[in-house]
């Protein structure tokens, strides 16, 4: 396979993990996987340290990228490398810019003022508005609902 090829499949597993991770946040995180993901959607006061269990999801994600990483380069299948090529930097978009940018874990960038982050911002705020598993709304991270790019006001007119 030519380097444009393995490219291509980089960029698709990137674009192809926000579907990956709106499927597991809706019926895994939400669903039977809620004990771990539970002390996510709590106040920060009521968390007793800086990891939550909802830090394991690093691991079910990790997984299969190390994998893709493994038997990519002790196969024939190197297009498997470029998968987890793919799923590591998917990885690290989604650590940027949801446990810097959005939760401010880590101090590093809190100055993003854009279009495009603000409606982020709002799609994640309207997600942690529900503290339960059900009725939750927003589940992907880069990929929104295009009325989290408007303002708050106008949200409920287009719901008819």
Known sequence: MQVVGYIAITLLTVLGMEFVAWLAHKYLMHGWLWNWHEDHHKPHH?????FEKNDLFFLVFAIPSALSYI???????RWLLFVGIGISIYGLIYFLIHDVYIHQ???WFRQLDSKYSRGILRAHGAHHAKTSKEDGESFGLLIVNPKYFRKRS???ENVE
């Open 71 to 77: 038997i990519g380069l002790s196969t024939p299948q």
């Open 105 to 107: 874990r880590f101090k």
């Open 154 to 156: 106008s949200w409920k």
């Open 46 to 50: 009521e968390k007793a340290g800086f």
